[in-house]
Structures are given as structure tokens and as C-alpha cells.
């Protein structure tokens, strides 16, 4: 009995484009299955089919269990699945990239390990949260300050808009509870942003932990994604909802960002985002399906290839395992 499958692997101009799915589905307490190419969550009240293959990333939530068949047609389709903690607040763990290309991870660490480049990424990034202003003379001190003036006035902007009261962001992790209406919206929308930051991050196959704002981290490069949307839809939506009840803030600020990310289509804006601050004038960046060799003067042979002095003799030789 042999184990390998006899399937062959989607391509990827087979699979949905990430700008083109659903930003997230999150289930808990229940089994998930396979049918045919849809998963299925099975619970008390019944059974849900699920299209997999229009899933940008599965959340798992505490009480769900897997099938082998049901990951397998997610790792088909290109689905991301991440493990997370009660209503999506904590990350646990995540699975493979949909991109099978590695130009945007190649330009990533390139721009990041030059001081000089990791600065421009960071001064284009500020430029896209606030294209009123024109950061290219900032230090990264003064970056930072500016940023949290902004973000200052962006909570006092929207209290005023809302008449949501506002005393300041407060926040102790590990206790939601702890904070006010406004504080726990906020809270919520953040923790969101970082799960739908880290989806596209990934599925674009860049490297999570190389940021050029954050450092030090295993998510720098996603919180520097997820902090380019905050001013402009996490905070406006979580003093929306705040204003609208006091009541389950946490839920509904999830469901409430969870529409306003697929109003706005932002899942292709970040995807549009991260392509220009990585390779900036490069337009898409084409999933190919391709491995090449580096040689000299840092151009590219094919791979698969035996380049030894005496390959080309041997035909039967020359193509490597």
C-alpha cells in the first residue's frame, strides 16, 4: 500500500487570490470535516458546509477538533488555518503560505537588512497612514513621535464625532474586562487586525518576524501591517460600536469589523500594500510555481540541474533527485 496521494497539487492560478476571499471564518466547539472540496463544522445544532477554497484563514477556537481530510483540503486550497484562543483574542499557532513565490520574502529581508531601506519602508509606511503629511526628513525618533500624536488625536477626533467619552487608552493584558466600552472596542479591533494582518502576511509568504517599525518580535512585520489600518478603521469602528451599546462589545465589534473589512475590501488593499512597500513600481508579483539556482554575479539557472564539470556527458545525470 503506498501513502502518497494520487492527487495532483493545485497550481496557483488554480486557487482564489487572496484579496478575492473571505477575511476570516472562526469556529469553537465543534468538528471539523471534509466534504468532497468543502470542510464541514458539525456541532449540537447540526452540520455547516463551508467552501474552502474561499477562506482566507480558518480560526480554530477552543473546543474544535480537526480532521486529517478536512487540513488537507485546506493546504490544497490554500487556505490558512491558525489555532487561537475564546472569540480569536489569543494566537497560538498558524500553517503554511498560499504564495508559492518567494520574490515579496526576498525583497522583505533585503529592504529590512539595510538600516538605510529599513528606514524608507518605515517612512513609506507612516506616509500611507497619513498622506497629509511628508515624512522623507523624519528621524526614526521623530517618526515615532509623530505617530503618537497622531494616534492622540485620532481618539480625540472620534470621541468628538461619537460623544463617546474618552480618558485615555487603557488596556491590562490578560484582563479585557478590566477597561471601558470604548477601551474594550479598541482592544478588540486591534487583536482582529493583527489576526487578518498576519493572514495576508503569511499567505503573501513574507517573514512575520522582520519588521521595519516593530522589532524584536515574532510578529514585528504584522503588527506593522495591522497598525497601517488603525487610525483610519479600527479606531472609527470601535468608538462606532461603543457608542451604539455598552453591552457584549467584544462580540460586537468583531462581527462589525469582520463586514467592514469586506466593504472595504481591505484584504486587497493590504495585499496591494505590502507589494509596494517591498518591491515598490513592480506592480503584481506574479505566483509562480518556480525555483531557479543562484550563481555569480547573483543571476539565476534552472534548478533541477546537475552542473557538475562532467553532468553534460551523461544525460541520465544531469537531472538531480
Known amino acids: 500500500?503506498?501513502?502518497?496521494?494520487?492527487?495532483?497539487?493545485?497550481?496557483?492560478?488554480?486557487?482564489?487570490?487572496?484579496?478575492?476571499?473571505?477575511?476570516?471564518?472562526?469556529?469553537?466547539?465543534?468538528t471539523v470535516h471534509r466534504d468532497s472540496n468543502a470542510i464541514t463544522a458539525e456541532d449540537a445544532d447540526g452540520t455547516t458546509h463551508i467552501p474552502s477554497a474561499t477562506i482566507g484563514t480558518l480560526l480554530l477556537?477552543?473546543?474544535t477538533r480537526i480532521t486529517h481530510q478536512a487540513m488537507s483540503v485546506l493546504g490544497e486550497t490554500g487556505a490558512a488555518v491558525a489555532w487561537v484562543g475564546e472569540h480569536g483574542v489569543r494566537y497560538y499557532a498558524?500553517?503554511?503560505?498560499?504564495?508559492?513565490?518567494?520574490?515579496?520574502?526576498e525583497a522583505q529581508a533585503v529592504q529590512w537588512a539595510n538600516q538605510r531601506?529599513?528606514?524608507?519602508?518605515?517612512?513609506?509606511?507612516?506616509?500611507?497612514?497619513?498622506?497629509?503629511?511628508?515624512?522623507?526628513?523624519?528621524?526614526?525618533?521623530?517618526?515615532?513621535?509623530r505617530?503618537?500624536?497622531?494616534?492622540?488625536?485620532?481618539?480625540?477626533?472620534?470621541?468628538?464625532?461619537?460623544?463617546?467619552?474618552?480618558k485615555g487608552r487603557r488596556y491590562t493584558p490578560g484582563d479585557f474586562g478590566?477597561?471601558?466600552?470604548?477601551?474594550?472596542?479598541?482592544?478588540?479591533?486591534?487583536?482582529?487586525?493583527?489576526?487578518?494582518?498576519?493572514?495576508?502576511?503569511?499567505?503573501?509568504?513574507?517573514?512575520?518576524?522582520?519588521?521595519?517599525?516593530?522589532?524584536?518580535?515574532?510578529?514585528?512585520f504584522v503588527l506593522d501591517i495591522a497598525d497601517l489600518y488603525k487610525t483610519d478603521i479600527g479606531i472609527p469602528l470601535a468608538f462606532d460600536v461603543a457608542a451604539?451599546?455598552?453591552?457584549?462589545?467584544?462580540a460586537r465589534t468583531r462581527r462589525a469589523l469582520r463586514d467592514r473589512i469586506n466593504e472595504t475590501r481591505l484584504l486587497d488593499r493590504c495585499v496591494r500594500?505590502?507589494?509596494?512597500?517591498?518591491?515598490?513600481?513592480?506592480?503584481?508579483?506574479?505566483?509562480?510555481?518556480?525555483?531557479?539556482?543562484?550563481?555569480?554575479?547573483?543571476?539565476?539557472?534552472?534548478?533541477?540541474v546537475n552542473y557538475g564539470s562532467s553532468a553534460a556527458a551523461d544525460a541520465d545525470e544531469a537531472v538531480l533527485w
Open 1 to 30: 500500500m503506498t501513502t502518497v496521494g494520487r492527487r495532483a497539487a493545485l497550481s496557483p492560478r488554480q486557487l482564489t487570490r487572496t484579496a478575492e476571499r473571505v477575511s476570516f471564518v472562526y469556529l469553537e466547539r465543534c
Open 61 to 63: 477556537g477552543p473546543g
Open 94 to 105: 498558524g500553517g503554511r503560505a498560499l504564495s508559492r513565490s518567494a520574490a515579496l520574502v
Open 117 to 145: 531601506s529599513r528606514l524608507g519602508v518605515a517612512r513609506a509606511m507612516y506616509r500611507l497612514r497619513f498622506p497629509d503629511e511628508d515624512p522623507a526628513a523624519l528621524t526614526r525618533q521623530q517618526l515615532l513621535g
Open 147 to 166: 505617530e503618537g500624536d497622531r494616534v492622540k488625536e485620532c481618539y480625540r477626533a472620534q470621541a468628538a464625532r461619537t460623544g463617546v467619552p474618552w
Open 178 to 220: 478590566s477597561g471601558d466600552p470604548v477601551n474594550q472596542a479598541i482592544t478588540a479591533a486591534a487583536q482582529c487586525m493583527y489576526g487578518i494582518a498576519h493572514a495576508v502576511v503569511a499567505s503573501l509568504g513574507c517573514a512575520p518576524g522582520l519588521g521595519f517599525v516593530h522589532s524584536g518580535h515574532e510578529l514585528s
Open 244 to 250: 451604539e451599546s455598552e453591552e457584549d462589545t467584544g
Open 273 to 304: 500594500d505590502i507589494q509596494r512597500l517591498l518591491l515598490p513600481g513592480a506592480g503584481d508579483i506574479p505566483d509562480e510555481d518556480r525555483m531557479t539556482l543562484r550563481t555569480d554575479g547573483d543571476g539565476q539557472v534552472a534548478s533541477g
